[in-house]
């Protein structure tokens, strides 16, 4: 039987985790969970390693990226890893004519070109809401002090308008497997945690048939990534605008892929792992 790691951390279990090992195993693959950062693992004995809960990875980005980088087989790839780390990929996908949310970035809070309207202050390496507070034009003072305060952590803080539609409609998260759309979710999620908090869940999920508008920004999104096609996994997730959907995040290192809502998904991601295995 081949073993395939699955990286984990050692906090926060992955309720995804026992569909895909059982799945791993419906394909002859034996699924190992092990903590990235555990120095005792022999990542080189496996046939790969596959990204799966690594949620604490902002807390040790530099030391994450180089575990990554150190891998021969790693999914999704290094590359796209050290890419997608750092949420200034936004950029990047904008300039390809992605439609994203306006974001601006600041070293230091006195920098910072903060918004007219309700905003949103978080670290560009992050996860789970951690780090991110939502502030009024008013608060200039409040974000501009947390904004040195991520600046005080070695981080850079990203500044995006607070989008409304968020509260009221939520934010859809599509699953691509493959190349292929899988399923989608619509959530809601709460933000102002500080930054070294454990990520924050979602307070509500419900499974959902994105829209064909939200399929495009997701085909859109996916050609525009720099790097390796397929991929093994994604999740684009979008917010509603006036314009249309919106990329608010792209996460293709260890996003929560809902399998629990879709009876399929599990084995589709076992597959797909499992040809990245054998190519």
Not at 83 to 108: F, H, M
Not at 131 to 136: I, L, Q, V
Not at 213 to 218: D, I
Not at 224 to 246: I, M, N
Request: glycine share 6%; proline share 6%; with cysteine.
């Amino acid at each position: 039987m081949i073993d395939v790691a699955i990286a984990t951390n050692r906090v926060i279990a992955d309720p995804d985790e026992p569909a895909l090992v059982a799945a791993l195993a419906r394909e002859g693959v034996r699924g190992v969970p092990a903590p990235w950062d555990d120095e005792d693992v022999d990542w080189a004995s496996f046939a790969a390693t596959v990204i799966r809960s690594t949620w604490d990875y902002p807390l040790a980005y530099g030391e994450f990226v180089a575990w990554a980088s150190s891998l021969e087989r790693l999914i999704n790839p290094a590359d796209v890893v050290v890419w997608n780390a750092d949420k200034r990929y936004l950029d990047d996908l904008a300039q390809r004519g992605v439609p994203t949310i306006e974001t601006t970035y600041s070293l230091r809070g006195v920098d910072a070109a903060l918004p007219d309207t309700d905003f949103v202050v978080k670290p560009t390496v992050g996860g789970g809401s951690r780090g991110a507070k939502r502030f009024a034009p008013g608060d200039a003072s409040a974000a501009r002090a947390h904004i040195d305060s991520l600046a005080d952590q070695g981080r850079v803080a990203m500044i995006q308008p607070y989008v409304e539609t968020v509260a009221t409609v939520g934010e859809t998260d599509v699953i691509v497997i493959d190349g292929d759309l899988s399923h989608a979710v619509r959530k809601h999620a709460s933000i102002n945690l500080e930054a070294n908090d454990t990520p924050a869940g979602p307070v509500s999920v419900e499974r959902v048939e994105p829209s064909g508008a939200e399929r495009s920004v997701v085909a859109a999104t996916l050609a525009a990534v720099p790097f390796a096609s397929p991929l093994c996994f994604a999740r684009v997730d979008l917010v509603s605008t006036t314009d249309g959907p919106a990329v608010i995040e792209v996460e293709l290192i260890e996003p929560f892929l809902f399998l629990d809502h879709d009876a399929r998904a599990a084995q589709r991601l076992a597959r797909a792992i499992v040809r990245v295995v054998r190519d």
